[in-house]
Nanobody, 126 residues
């Protein structure tokens, strides 16, 4: 089992940047593929990005491709989401998620992820 704690959210102007972090407990972090999802007010939770256990494979939603970058540091049990060129429509609560996987095949659906953090809020003002 793994516990996930997100941080780094906040208020930023459109065009600005934020870096989210997700710290994982436990000694088996490198056995998890990690994902970021987000949920805007009144909307369903949607996929943002995913990264394989080794960091060798990444997957992005079309809406963030070219602006967001997911990365991980297995030595620090942490996954990051660097968000650049932020837009008001990026406003949401961002969630970190984990699934046990040594595959390079990544998933963008919520049911594939077993473990979830509590979320960190990102607000982008226009």
């Amino acid at each position: 089992q793994v516990q996930l704690v997100e941080s780094g959210g906040g208020l930023v102007q459109a065009g600005g940047s934020l870096r989210l972090s997700c710290a994982a407990s436990g000694r088996t972090f490198s056995s998890y593929a990690m994902g970021w999802f987000r949920q805007a007010p009144g909307k369903e939770r949607e996929f943002v990005a995913a990264i394989s256990w080794s960091g060798g494979s990444t997957l992005y939603a079309d809406s963030v491709k070219g602006r967001f970058t997911i990365s991980r540091d297995n030595a620090k049990n942490t996954v990051y989401l660097q968000m650049n060129s932020l837009k008001p429509e990026d406003t949401a609560v961002y969630y970190c998620a984990a699934r046990t996987s040594y595959s390079s095949i990544l998933h963008n659906s919520r049911p594939e992820y077993r473990y979830w953090g509590q979320g960190t809020r990102v607000t982008v003002s226009s």
